[in-house]
T-cell receptor, first 111, second 115 residues
């Protein structure tokens, strides 16, 4: 059974600081997704990582995937208040395309 | 592409009544739709997978008689919460199974409150 562990679950950051969110998964997969969710809203796609070594960047966020270690990271550079949200990683199982979500990381960026 | 419209965005109903949530794919044909449930401050949990023209597949622990899923066409899937109770209060989100290049698309979600 595919399990996805995400940490930390809560992250309080000062503006301008850097930090990394980690996503570990338990079985083989080479498709991993990162999503952002604002309070009361649905999910917004951030990154799609489809192969080992994949690295994608958008603004202050950078995501990477190591399929051998079954680990993905979401790195935040010079955080700003607008990045405050909940971030989820989701892994696609190899049998069918069901997504299994991590628990989510609540990010609060303080001014 | 992959635009999904979900309605209603929120609904309040009395215990014992039924509520229908619609999920429409506006610019593509969704042969399969995933339905998720999200309790406050928790992650998304897959409830069921609906397939056009056939019975839905439910995840373990999800009552199929309580959460009725219909996928009668390639552009419409519905989730009906029957005899709703306060513990069914949650955020329900649909998602077509075909990922776009930017990842899976999600409906805007339905906030159900049962009083």
């Amino acid at each position: 059974e595919l399990k996805v562990e995400q940490n930390p679950l809560f992250l309080s950051m000062q503006e301008g600081k850097n930090y990394t969110i980690y996503c570990n998964y338990s079985t083989t997969s080479d498709r991993l997704y990162w999503y952002r969710q604002d309070p009361g809203k649905s999910l917004e796609s951030l990154f799609v990582l489809l192969s080992n070594g994949a690295v994608k960047q958008e603004g202050r966020l950078m995501a990477s995937l190591d399929t051998k270690a079954r680990l993905s990271t979401l790195h935040i550079t010079a955080a700003v208040h607008d990045l405050s949200a909940t971030y989820f990683c989701a892994v696609e199982g190899i049998y069918g395309n069901k997504l299994v979500f991590g628990a989510g990381t609540i990010l609060r960026v303080k001014s | 592409g992959a635009v999904v419209s979900q309605h209603p965005s929120w609904v309040i109903c009395k215990s014992g009544t039924s509520v229908k949530i619609e999920c429409r794919s506006l610019d593509f044909q969704a042969t399969t739709m995933f339905w998720y449930r999200q309790f406050p401050k928790q992650s998304l949990m897959l409830m069921a997978t609906s397939n056009e023209g056939s019975k839905a597949t439910y995840e373990q622990g999800v009552e199929k008689d309580k959460f009725l899923i219909n996928h009668a066409s390639l552009t419409l899937s519905t989730l009906t919460v029957t005899s709703a109770h306060p513990e069914d209060s949650s955020f329900y989100i649909c998602s077509p199974s075909e990922p776009a290049s930017y990842g899976y698309t999600f409906g805007s979600g339905t906030r159900l409150t049962v009083v």
